[in-house]
C-alpha cells in the first residue's frame, strides 16, 4: 500500500526559479520519469499540442526517459493523446484514482470510494445545492457516470456534459440511496465562492476523504473531485516510479493546477506552468512560460 503522504523531495524554502530570464542556470538532471499534466500544461488553450512540445516530448522519450500524463480526465479521453504521442507507458487518470497502460488499456491500478464514503459525500455536496456525478471507470470501455436530479440553479456545465455524454450517464433521482457500488470518484463544480465552501465542509466533514480542485478562471468556475483517501498524483507517479526502479529525486513534474500541488512537492524536479494560479507560482518551485508559448517544451529543454 501507497504511503498517504509521500516523502516531500522538493523543499518550499526555495527561491521561485522562473526559466525565462534566469540568472541561476539550470544544471541538467539525471531525470528518468516525467510526470505532466495535460489540460493547461501539455494542451494549450485551444486544446492542441504546441508542435515544440512534441519535439521535446520526443527527445525525451528517445533518451530513454518514461513520460507518463497524469490527469483529472477520464482514461479513454486521455489516452488518445498518449497514443498520438507515441507513449508507450502508463496514464494516469481521475487524479490519481486510476492507472491504466496508454496501448493495453490494462488496468495497473484502481482505488475506488467506498459505497458509504461515496454516498456521504454526495449528500454534503447535495446540501450545498451543487449537482454531484458517480464516476464508474471500469464499467464498459470508456467508463459510465451517475447524476441525479438536477437541482443547481447554476449548473448549466453539468446539464451540457450529460447531454454530450448521454450514451455513459445512468439517472437516479435518489443519488445517494443509489450509490450500491464503489465509484472511482465524485466530481462536482461551481463558482469560486460556492465551490470554496464546499471543498470547506467536505474536508472538515469527511476528513478521511481526499478532495481536489481545479480552478478555471475563464468558465468562473472550480471543479472537485472527491477520492479514496489513498488516491491523488503523487501516489500514482510513487507507484509507478518505484515499479520501474526510479527515484522519486529521479522524477520531473510539470502541472498548472492545485489538484497537481501533492505531485510537485513529492518529485526532485517541480515545474509550474507561467498560466497556474499566482497562489501556486509562488510556493517556491520552477516556473516556466504559459502553455500557449510552449512552457512544456522550454522546461523540458531546460532540466533533460
Known amino acids: 500500500m501507497l504511503p498517504k503522504e509521500p516523502k516531500l523531495c522538493w523543499q518550499k524554502q526555495r527561491t521561485p526559479r522562473p526559466l525565462r530570464g534566469s540568472s541561476y542556470g539550470i544544471t541538467r538532471l539525471a ?36 513520460i507518463v500524463l497524469v490527469t483529472g480526465r477520464r482514461f479513454h479521453t486521455a489516452a488518445p493523446i498518449a497514443r498520438e504521442l507515441n507513449l508507450d507507458s502508463p496514464v494516469v487518470a481521475y487524479n490519481g484514482a486510476l492507472i491504466r497502460h496508454a496501448l493495453t488499456g490494462k488496468v495497473l491500478y484502481h482505488q475506488p470510494l467506498l459505497p458509504e464514503a461515496a454516498a456521504a459525500a454526495a449528500a454534503v455536496i447535495l446540501e450545498h445545492r451543487v449537482d454531484p456525478l458517480l464516476h464508474f471507470a471500469l464499467d464498459g470501455p470508456e467508463g459510465r457516470a451517475t447524476v441525479g436530479l438536477f437541482i443547481d440553479p447554476d449548473g448549466d456545465w453539468m446539464r451540457k456534459w450529460v447531454r454530450r455524454n448521454r450514451e455513459l450517464v445512468d439517472f437516479a433521482p ?3 440511496h443509489a450509490v450500491i457500488r464503489r465509484p472511482t470518484c465524485l466530481t462536482a463544480g461551481a463558482s469560486p465562492d460556492r465551490a470554496s465552501r464546499l471543498v470547506c465542509d467536505l474536508r472538515e466533514r469527511l476528513a478521511n476523504l481526499r478532495v481536489f480542485e481545479t480552478h478555471y478562471p475563464d468558465q468562473n468556475r472550480i471543479f472537485i473531485d472527491v477520492l479514496h483517501p489513498d488516491c491523488s498524483k503523487a501516489e500514482a507517479v510513487a507507484k509507478i516510479a518505484k515499479d520501474l526502479g526510479i527515484s522519486p529525486s529521479e522524477v520531473m513534474a510539470v502541472g498548472d493546477n492545485h489538484n497537481d500541488l501533492p505531485l510537485l512537492e513529492a518529485v526532485g524536479t517541480p515545474v509550474v506552468m507561467g498560466n497556474a494560479p499566482e497562489s501556486l507560482k509562488q510556493l517556491g518551485f520552477h516556473v516556466t512560460d504559459s502553455n500557449d508559448d510552449a512552457g512544456l517544451a522550454k522546461a523540458i529543454n531546460a532540466f533533460l
Do not use: F, W
Open 31 to 66: 531525470v528518468k520519469l516525467l510526470a505532466i499534466d495535460i489540460d493547461g500544461t501539455l494542451l494549450d488553450s485551444g486544446g492542441s499540442i504546441p508542435e515544440a512540445n512534441r519535439k521535446a516530448l520526443e527527445c525525451a522519450r528517445q533518451r530513454g526517459v518514461v
Open 174 to 176: 435518489d443519488l445517494i
